[in-house]
């Protein structure tokens, strides 16, 4: 019997969801917005909404179950998200429980933190395929992280594993949205890299960034250093050159760690290409040990946000593996 899930990848700004069939990848997708300023409740009630709008092109008995990818923490059972950032009035809520009573149904619910259903996307559909093992980095509003060891998520001892963005590069440096100071996010996370973009453009007046973001940049964008730097802007590219560099910083502190060797970097962020990854390549291996070089690499996942909402429904094949091998006795 074909197997389905439904994938969701809850934003601060939109809920990304998609009908997945195990073998196949994506059937349907949709988009809702959040709303995360009306709180948890209206919260749960898009995704609620989000859910009912795919459930219905397969058969109700071939869907094995929801997975939520969510930013927070979440804890080792998976079923509770702990004040995730931006939502507001959400402490900690069983979301399992809550789905499962708007739903009116029993269906298996996995909810984890949203970097590593992007590297359970990344492992079983996307850039990560041909590896056991690789770290995984996503960049937008702020900088997530997972670890990928023999293609499944190594969690910790509290499930919190994996939090890359606050590792610290700098003790006096910038915080993060959590207060760590230095912490990588703080220089690399959306807000934060339009910020030091704007500083360091003071060196380039005649940037087309300053058509496209206004006199004083204030609606600079990740999206248009980009843009500006594909069309041979020397401020851009320079910006991009200096968060590709703190990259490689970063990423070569857990190689350090984990010896892990491959890298793969996704997010809105990551759509800088070359841009960022050139420079965060040619980064790393300064801040490695020389006898551990061999087999480095920094790749880019190129499923966008589908990684995302891949990564959510294969927690639901991963659950329900697990389950019919521990009543199998394997």
Excluded at 154 to 183: C, L, N, S, W
Excluded at 199 to 223: F, I, K, N, Q
Aim: with cysteine; aromatic share 4%; glycine share 14%.
């Amino acid at each position: 019997m074909p197997a389905y899930a439904v994938g969701l990848d809850l934003g601060a700004t939109s809920i990304k969801a998609a009908l997945v069939a195990r073998d196949a990848g994506i059937v349907e997708s949709m988009q809702v917005d959040t709303g995360a300023r009306r709180g948890p409740d209206h919260v749960l009630g898009q995704l609620e909404l989000a859910v009912r709008g795919l459930v219905g092109h397969v058969p109700t008995e071939h869907i094995q179950g929801i997975g939520v990818g969510a930013p927070g923490s979440v804890d080792l059972d998976r079923t509770t998200l702990i004040r995730p950032p931006n939502i507001h009035g959400w402490d900690r809520i069983n979301v399992r429980q809550a789905l499962r009573a708007r739903l009116d149904c029993d269906w298996s619910i996995v909810v984890d933190n949203d970097a590593n259903a992007a590297a359970l996307g990344s492992a079983h559909y996307g850039a990560g395929r041909p590896y056991d093992d690789f770290i995984m980095v996503t960049l937008g509003t702020g900088v997530g992280g997972a670890i990928i060891v023999g293609n499944k998520v190594f969690r910790g001892t509290k499930g919190a594993a994996g939090e890359i963005g606050h590792m610290t590069i700098d003790y006096a440096g910038p915080q993060d949205r959590a207060g760590v100071a230095g912490a990588i996010e703080a220089y690399l996370g959306q807000r934060f890299l339009s910020s030091h973009a704007r500083r360091r453009l003071d060196a380039h007046p005649d940037s087309v960034l300053y058509a496209m973001a206004g006199a004083e940049l204030a609606l600079l964008t990740p999206a248009m250093l980009a843009a500006a730097a594909e069309a041979g802007d020397t401020g851009a590219v320079e910006v991009l050159a200096w968060a590709g560099h703190k990259l490689g910083c970063v990423l070569g502190s857990c190689i350090n760690l984990l010896d892990i060797r491959v890298v793969v970097v996704g997010g809105g962020i990551s759509q800088a290409g070359a841009f960022i990854l050139e420079p965060a390549r040619q980064a790393i291996l300064r801040y490695i040990k020389p006898g551990m070089h061999d087999g480095v690499a920094i790749l880019r996942e190129t499923l966008g946000n589908e990684a995302g909402m891949l990564g959510a429904a294969y927690l639901v094949f991963e659950h329900a593996h697990s389950h019919v091998s521990a009543a199998r006795g394997t």
